[in-house]
């Protein structure tokens, strides 16, 4: 059985950075495609970055393009997603998720196999 564990969420200031940790057992994390995503209250689950099974290719939403980055560790079993400059808007719950597709990257909650039970980050002004 799968297990997703995130950690690193919490209170932070507007223009602050935050690092967010998930930690991935009980599969071949090496196979997994890996994603983050996120969701605002009385909002959608949305798309927030996303990174190949090699680390070679990574995706974002244009929301944290140019601030935000996403690494993996094969090694550790863990992705990470970095946060800078943050704002308000980025106060939501984030979860950390995996996909077994072959391919491409995990871009798109319904191609999900295994998500995180997510962590709050909350960004205040």
């Known amino acids: 059985q799968v297990q997703l564990v995130e950690s690193g969420g919490g209170l932070v200031q507007a223009g602050g950075i935050l690092r967010l940790s998930c930690s991935v057992s009980?599969?071949?994390?090496?196979?997994?495609?890996m994603g983050w995503f996120r969701q605002a209250p009385g909002q959608e689950r949305e798309f927030v970055a996303a990174?190949?099974?090699?680390?070679?290719?990574?995706s974002f939403a244009d929301s944290v393009k140019g601030r935000s980055t996403i690494f993996r560790d094969n090694a550790k079993n863990m992705v990470y997603l970095q946060l800078n400059s943050l704002k308000p808007e980025d106060t939501a719950v984030y979860y950390c998720?995996?996909?077994?597709?072959?391919?491409?990257?995990?871009?798109?909650?319904?191609?999900?196999?295994?998500w995180g039970k997510g962590t709050l980050v909350t960004v205040s002004s």
């Open positions: 998720a995996a996909s077994s597709r072959p391919g491409g990257l995990l871009t798109s909650p319904r191609i999900v196999d295994y």
């Open positions: 990174i190949s099974w090699s680390g070679g290719s990574t």
């Open positions: 009980g599969g071949t994390f090496s196979r997994y495609a």
